[in-house]
């Protein structure tokens, strides 16, 4: 059992899929890794660790030859899996549902061509289970705490109160909209940094999470909405009079925060849009948005992928990639993800990971030739 180790080629990309901690356990198991030359390079990982770990370490025709798997963070370019094996799996993210270069079903069928078993990680079910696989939640931790940082770096003022001879300078007062694994995160390091923090979801059993962390929770009351979750951990659908209710309390607290954090995205579906250019209008010069969704059309109107733009003296920053912007840390979580989804199904007789159907009917996107999973195929 052989398993590849690509290097990333998306524009902007820095983690790798593989580390030399996981490269260790995988030998462990009894699999061989080989590694592209610079795979580690730019989340500073030397090729020497690699091979200290135990991996081989060459071009891509060589690592690529003979793979059984090819591990990856973003899927490789098919015309970068010229003259692999007929079944052998590509372990990554693979935006199947996406557009542009590095996702969409346009790549999925061209996987399907090369006879590869395409297994999309971020389809991996939200089952207890399946916790330590997922990579959406690792890597949207690390998006929590980055976009915190990149707001303070935008913010011409200090976060916590301070009192001084000189005088006492207020704490920044923060809005986190969303509240998974991002927003949950965004809303601990703020307060870390000593802000002022609130926040809000569509999900009312979120409330107890946000008190939980000392920030305010910024809700409807007495309006008839929405009572839980609905199946995975998302939402159910609100009452038009709760959504008419929660959008007029949200745009009077937004005119009166200095920065807004926006974590929310629809798996498969365009970001729902959270604020409005009036809503960005109100708010005070120096006001800082960071849209974390803003690579799948943005929460925030007026916000641009990978530019941090200012409207009325109000900046909103939508960084790309933003898990990628913590490399070293990204890449060693991504890395685990992949090795425990492995490790779990792997099958000492046959010295391979057999999938079950619960997880592996969720993440197969292609097998035999053909697109077979059920989404995609619309059913």
């Not at 290097?7 to 198991?29: D, M, N, Q, S, Y």
């Amino acid at each position: 059992m052989k398993i590849a180790v690509l290097r990333e080629r998306a524009a902007g990309e820095r983690r790798v899929a593989a580390t030399p901690e996981t490269v260790k356990k995988f030998i462990t198991l009894g699999a061989e890794m080989a590694v592209e030359t610079g795979a580690g390079a730019t989340c500073s990982i030397a090729d020497d660790a690699y091979r200290a770990a135990g991996a081989s370490v060459g071009d891509a025709g060589s690592v690529r030859a003979g793979a059984d798997i090819v591990l990856g963070v973003q899927g490789p370019d098919p015309d970068a899996l010229a003259g692999i094996a007929p079944g052998a799996w590509i372990v990554a993210a693979l935006n199947p549902f996406g557009t542009g270069e590095q996702g969409g079903r346009a790549r999925v069928d061209r996987y399907a061509a090369l006879g590869v078993e395409a297994l999309a990680m971020e389809l991996m079910p939200r089952i207890t289970r399946a916790q330590s696989m997922d990579i959406l939640s690792s890597q949207s931790n690390l998006s929590g705490y980055k976009a915190v940082l990149d707001a303070a770096a935008e913010y011409g003022r200090a976060f916590p109160m301070m009192m001084t001879a000189a005088g006492t300078v207020s704490a920044a007062r923060l809005f986190v909209m969303g509240v998974g694994v991002a927003g949950l995160q965004a809303i601990a390091t703020a307060r870390r940094l000593g802000a002022q923090v609130s926040a809000t979801d569509v999900r009312a059993a979120t409330k107890e999470q946000i008190q939980s962390l000392g920030a305010k929770p910024i809700f409807v009351e007495n309006v008839a909405g929405i009572e839980g979750e609905g199946t995975g951990g998302y939402a159910t659908e609100m009452s038009d009079e709760y959504k008419a209710a929660q959008a007029e309390l949200v745009s009077a607290h937004i005119a009166k925060q200095d920065i807004v954090i926006t974590t929310a995205l629809i798996p498969g579906r365009p970001a729902p849009r959270l604020i409005s250019a009036a809503q960005v209008a109100s708010m005070k010069p120096g006001s800082v948005i960071v849209d974390l969704a803003v690579e799948a059309g943005g929460n925030v109107e007026g916000a641009v992928a990978g530019e941090v733009v200012e409207v009325g003296g109000v900046k909103i920053v939508g960084h790309r990639n933003v898990p990628s912007r913590l490399a070293a840390d990204a890449s060693a979580l991504f890395s685990r993800n992949l090795f425990n989804f492995l490790s779990a199904f792997w099958d000492k007789d046959s010295g391979r990971p057999v999938l079950d159907e619960e997880i592996g009917d969720a993440i197969r996107l292609t097998k035999g030739g053909q697109v077979v999973h059920a989404r995609l195929l619309g059913a």
